[in-house]
């Protein structure tokens, strides 16, 4: 069973960056897509981004811009970088990985991580 290890989150002030880690436990990290989704209190799933073992990212238009999605796979981790936080980012992020493609949607992504908490204060 391929498990996904997130790290990174806590409390940042708005206009603050911030880094996510997501570690896969598979060695072959280059077979996978990774990507990331969060869930606002209330709110349902909204995918963030993801990137392709090819190295190929793609974004939501909602945080593109302010959203780096990169990979190292010899340290089998993928991370999210975001860039001028807001409050509503506010949010328990997820780190997602798929053999294929991945997508926009959550069926699309077979493992998923237990997801860390981000929180951006005023």
């Known amino acids: 069973q391929v498990q996904l290890i997130e790290s990174g989150g806590g409390l940042v002030q708005a206009g603050d960056s911030l880094r996510l880690s997501c570690t896969i436990s598979?060695?072959?990290?280059?077979?996978?897509?990774m990507g990331w989704f969060r869930r606002a209190p209330g709110k349902g799933h909204e995918f963030i981004g993801a990137?392709?073992?090819?190295?190929?990212?793609y974004y939501d238009d909602s945080v593109k811009g302010r959203s780096t999605i990169s990979r190292d796979n010899a340290k089998t981790t993928a991370y999210l970088q975001m860039i001028s936080l807001k409050p509503e980012d506010t949010a328990v992020y997820y780190c997602?990985?798929?053999?294929?493609?991945?997508?926009?949607?959550?069926?699309?992504?077979?493992?998923w991580g237990q997801g860390t908490q981000v929180t951006v204060s005023s």
């Open positions: 990137i392709r073992n090819t190295g190929t990212t």
């Open positions: 997602v990985a798929d053999p294929s493609g991945g997508g926009y949607g959550t069926r699309s992504w077979r493992f």
């Open positions: 598979e060695r072959a990290l280059n077979f996978y897509t």
